[in-house]
């Protein structure tokens, strides 16, 4: 167990549809991540806060958009969902931001687009 | 931009053969590798990390990797394999001190 919590494990909802993917770092922790694992992409990274603040943005939508709250919980909101949605999503964290600190990762929602 | 290649997308040894999984990167600048393991349905585990204060790395499971910069390789092994070794494994480039670069990965099949 990693100490980062995702919710929900599993997630199904049709095209055009909106949902928000939730992260809870490991305690500590100021920085999260996000990151999108398909068949065909691989591991991509989405996006990064830290300590409430935006700080790196890579290959995320602008139907994607990502938050951290006070409490340095995450979360991740898709909207106008399409089928090449469908992925598993992994939240990180780590105690800073720098490069030489690991990411802990969370179990993964399962997003399935219909 | 910083890249990672991993050689064979699938690995197969039997159990107790060395295990050995292949990564390249690519960096201008010293880089910090990483190897996570990925089981099914599960999340991603960090197996060990370089971060320039050894060449050779140790880390769980029996696990260890050396960082060779003449080769730019960063390469993964055990000596003897186990049946619960049987996963994925990536390796990584931290970039710019944020995001993870991940090679494509390789899935390691161990054989009884």
């Known amino acids: 167990d990693s100490g980062v919590t995702q919710t929900p494990k599993h997630l199904i909802t049709a095209t055009g549809q909106r949902v928000t993917l939730r992260c809870s770092p490991r305690?500590?922790?100021?920085?999260v991540y996000w990151y999108q694992q398909s068949l065909d992409q691989g591991l991509q990274f989405l996006i990064q806060y830290y300590n409430g603040e935006e700080r790196a943005k890579g290959n995320i939508l602008e139907r994607f958009s990502a938050q951290q709250f006070p409490d340095l919980h995450s979360e991740l909101n898709l909207s106008s969902l399409e089928l090449g949605d469908s992925a598993l999503y992994f939240c990180?964290?780590?105690?800073?931001?720098?490069?030489?600190?690991?990411?802990?990762f969370g179990p993964g929602t399962r997003l399935t687009v219909t | 931009a910083q890249s990672v290649t991993q050689l064979g997308s699938h690995v197969s040894v039997s159990e107790g053969a060395l295990v050995l999984l292949r990564c390249n990167y690519s960096?201008?600048?010293?880089?910090?590798l990483f190897w996570y393991v990925q089981y099914p349905n599960q999340g991603l585990q960090l197996l060990l990390k370089y971060t320039s204060a050894a060449t050779l790395v140790k880390g769980i499971n029996g696990f260890e990797a050396e960082f060779k910069k003449s080769e730019t390789s960063f390469h993964l092994t055990k000596p003897s394999a186990h049946m619960s070794d049987a996963a994925e494994y990536f390796c990584?480039?931290?970039?710019?001190?944020?995001?993870?670069?991940f090679g494509a990965g390789t899935i390691l099949r161990v054989k009884s």
């Open positions: 990584a480039v931290s970039e710019n001190g944020n995001k993870l670069v």
């Open positions: 990180a964290s780590s105690v800073e931001g720098g490069g030489s600190y690991e990411q802990y």
């Open positions: 960096s201008s600048v010293p880089p910090y």
């Open positions: 305690s500590g922790d100021l920085s």
